[in-house]
């Protein structure tokens, strides 16, 4: 009996043949001796902020829109908001930064200098 010597993983079953076996795997499982789950990794949406989910062999990843980083699209560049004075943050759509939009009376990057209407 070659079921003696040889175990399916996952709750299969081994089934003897003559000098051979196989496994009848239960459904999500596949591979010889059931060893590799046929799981959707991606069916519980995964990823966040919209980021698209790729399921593979060793589980998953997830692609980024832009704006977002992170192994799961977790940070956004505006979060914490870097924008200062009131200024609000937009995240760029061709790439992983931000762009501040300032109130009026100020300027800077993050919105960060008062304007001077002395000079």
């Given at each position: ?65 832009a704006g977002y980083s ?50």
């Amino acid at each position: 009996d070659e079921c003696d010597h040889y175990t399916c993983f996952n709750g299969g079953v081994c089934v003897d043949g003559i000098n051979s076996y196989s496994c009848d795997c239960l459904i999500g499982y596949t591979g010889a001796r059931c060893e590799t789950s046929q799981v959707d990794d991606c069916q519980s949406n995964p990823c966040e902020n919209n980021g698209i989910c790729t399921d593979d062999a060793d589980g998953y990843s997830c692609a980024c829109l832009a704006g977002y980083s992170g192994s799961l699209c977790q940070h956004s560049a505006c979060s914490p908001d870097p924008c200062l004075n009131n200024g609000s943050c937009l995240c760029l759509t061709l790439s992983d930064g931000y762009l501040c939009n300032c109130t009026d009376g100020y300027e800077g990057e993050n919105c960060e200098s008062a304007i001077s209407f002395c000079d």
